[in-house]
């Protein structure tokens, strides 16, 4: 029997199902990330790269602290600014996109079965565009004498240019518009599964729209919310390309310093530091998540 | 009771769709439903019961005509703002609240104080008989509990009017039987007017003060229990509740206040002339247990036992009539002492008093 092997036992079914995936996370995440975490507690090496037999936590002490000429340790909150600073443009970016995207969402649901479908492709149409251009196209709407500012001031609505371009408000539209889909669709499979009679049955209790919206639609959309913001909070925080662009590379994010230390600052130690205290932000946001989700009451109908 | 009070529905029409999709759900419907009175719209699915009580919830808007609650005009009120609440078929309970926050949901709305919210929200859980399961969540209860805190949630804000989408189709034979006992006592206790929709028509028999039967978008007749059951004035009105005999026949002479009726062959029978009878092809509506059995030869309808079936506190006869005339269904108590019973094949007489024939016009 040629297939005997595959059918000996579930076990063997099941690792051979897996196996590809497994081996896919090994190579590409698993021996990747511990190789950073490896490089991180290593000295720099003077022309790039790094010192293999030195061990030192020196990467992490300097996220804080700087060496004095005497050799002690000042409080150098300097990157932590960054983090601050990239953390505030992500949690902008999420609530720009909650803003858009749950009405977006609530619409979706609210259309006969046969349309949404085609909505749901017409959410995903940004991803079908590479990043860059995207990116660009932004940049041509925002800048001075660009469409938007053209627009404003022909309508006689500004007189002044608008001055949006390189702001970490630009930067924010740019994100909000890449990860909306992000935001969309876990909303909509949440409010897609609303039973709609509980809304009526708040409307008979005497709850208006807005009540009706707070009390029970929102709270029972909340694992999707809350799904929507993590998906788009993420990587926001660790966004290249657009604040690079857009921002105008004038304040620093988390993205373009960590880029910097294994680029022009050949300080690949510090560089893997900064990508792990990441890595840690975003592990505390998930396990918040789902400490909070895990056993969501929408779901125990 | 002034004339103003209670529910008046004033030539209701309701259409979904349009075009070819076009479903008139309601035709000109008009109808009264009196302050504290026990009120059931029964009707097959589709017969148009659950979209005149959404008509009234505020949940649909009319197409035509108009609602008044009180005599003043609530038609097209959002349901936010109607002294009306409704028990839901699927319950409708908020999964994310405890059975104690449900039921205070729209006492919190109204915008009542919490003190108060908290001691009406306790009053309603003795009402209801939940006491304990304040905290649970809704999927921690059972069918009927839920049943009960949907009930609890519609009656705390003391609505003038509570409608009911067929709260107990999803409840067991045992537990149906239990609500609503349940609901005719809390229909008492509370004078709230009651508006209960069901397609069952022995619930509708035993709990309503008056019903509506309906069929394809039009009430047929409105009366008390025993009036629909005894003088049904439609065809679909007498097949729907209970088990009835539907015969053809044509009037034949009037015989002083009575009328005599031919029913093919030689087979005639006697039944009381309403005010005005109907003349021409009509139908003739009999009970089975308003008939009797008799031996062949007496005055009444000839046939022969076709079946018998025995079922506990009655016996069952079915009886091919004579001449083609159709088959008549009689129910016959049986009592102790009784005579002999028929026996399959024997020749007999359905022995009808006139004052039992509904005379319907086709």
């Known amino acids: 029997m040629p297939m005997g092997w595959f059918r000996r036992s579930k076990t063997h079914r099941q690792m051979a199902l897996i196996g590809p995936a497994v081996l896919f996370l090994a190579v590409l995440m698993l021996i990747p990330i511990v190789l950073m975490g490896y ?37 150098n909150t300097d990157y932590l600014q960054i983090f601050l600073r990239s953390f505030w443009l992500s949690i902008g970016t999420t609530v720009l996109t909650l803003l858009v995207g749950f009405p977006t969402a609530f619409y979706m649901a609210l259309q006969p ?189 | 009771m002034s004339e103003s009070s209670g529910i008046a529905v004033r030539g209701i029409s309701k259409t979904f769709g349009s075009g070819a999709d076009r479903v008139q759900a309601l035709d000109n419907v008009s109808l009264d439903i009196r302050e504290n009175e026990f009120f059931t719209l029964l009707g097959p699915s589709g017969c148009g019961k659950t979209t005149l009580l959404r008509l009234i919830a505020g949940f649909e808007q009319p197409s035509a005509g108009d609602i008044l609650l009180d005599g003043v005009s609530i038609a ?122 069901t397609h069952d028509q022995e619930e509708a028999l035993t709990m309503s003060d008056r019903l509506a039967v309906m069929s394809d978008g039009h009430i047929l007749q409105i009366g008390a229990p025993a009036e629909i059951y005894e003088h049904p004035r439609h065809r679909f009105v007498a097949d729907f509740i209970g088990e009835i005999n539907l015969l053809d026949a044509t009037a034949a002479e009037p015989n002083g206040n009575r009328v005599r009726y031919r029913l093919g062959g030689s087979q005639t029978l006697l039944a009381e ?28 309808l000839a046939g022969a036992v076709e079946s018998i079936v025995y079922i506990g506190a009655d016996t069952v006869y079915r ?18 002492g009784a005579r002999g019973a028929f026996a399959i094949g024997d020749a007999v007489a359905v022995v009808v008093p006139p004052e039992a024939i509904q005379v319907l016009s086709d």
């Open chain 1, 39 to 75: 490089v991180s507690f290593l000295e720099r090496g003077e022309f790039g790269g790094v010192r293999w037999s030195d061990h030192t936590v020196d990467a992490y002490v300097a996220f804080l602290f700087e060496r004095d000429f005497d050799g002690s340790l000042q409080l």
């Open chain 1, 113 to 301: 079965p046969r349309y949404r479908n085609l909505l749901i492709f017409l959410v995903t149409i940004p991803f079908w565009t590479n990043l860059l251009v995207r990116n660009y196209a932004w940049i041509l709407l925002l800048r001075n004498g660009g469409l938007i500012d053209s627009a404003l001031a022909w309508l006689g609505l500004t007189d002044a240019p608008i001055s949006v371009l390189y702001t970490p408000f630009a930067v924010a539209i740019g994100l909000s518009y890449s990860y909306l889909p992000f935001m969309v669709l876990p909303i909509y499979a949440s409010l897609e599964k609303l039973d709609f009679r509980l809304v009526e049955a708040a409307f008979d209790l005497g709850a208006d729209r807005r009540r009706a919206l707070a009390r029970v639609i929102i709270p029972l959309a909340a694992p999707g919310i809350a799904a929507g913001c993590i998906l788009v909070f993420i990587p926001s925080l660790g966004a290249y390309v657009t604040p690079e662009l857009l921002g105008g590379g004038k304040s620093l994010m988390i993205g373009s310093l960590i880029q910097n230390q294994f680029g022009a600052a050949r300080n690949w130690p510090f560089g893997a530091a900064l990508a792990f205290a990441l890595l840690g932000i975003v592990l505390l946001a998930i396990v918040i998540y789902l400490l909070r989700f895990r056993r969501s009451p929408g779901e125990m109908t």
């Open chain 2, 76 to 197: 097209h009120l959002p349901p936010f703002q109607r002294p009306v609440n409704t028990v839901f078929q699927s319950y409708a309970l908020f999964p994310h609240m405890t059975v104690a926050q449900n039921i205070a949901f729209g006492l919190e709305m109204q915008g009542m104080a919490r003190r108060q919210v908290d001691e009406r929200v306790a009053e309603m859980m003795t009402l209801v008989q939940l006491g304990g399961l304040e905290a649970r969540r809704p999927a921690q209860l059972s069918g009927g509990q839920q049943q009960r805190v949907a009930l609890a949630r519609a009656l705390a804000n003391h609505p003038k009017v509570l409608l009911l989408d067929e709260p107990l189709s999803a409840l067991d034979l045992k537990l149906r039987k239990e609500m609503q006992i349940e609901l005719k006592r809390l229909q008492l206790e509370s004078g709230i007017t009651f508006v209960f929709v």
């Open chain 2, 273 to 300: 002339a309403a005010d005005a009878p109907p003349a021409g092809r009509v139908s003739l509506a009999i009970r089975p247990e308003r008939a009797s059995l008799e031996p062949a030869g007496e005055e009444g």
């Open chain 2, 319 to 336: 009886v091919a009539l004579a001449d083609g005339a159709g088959n008549f269904i009689v129910r016959v108590q049986n009592r102790a």
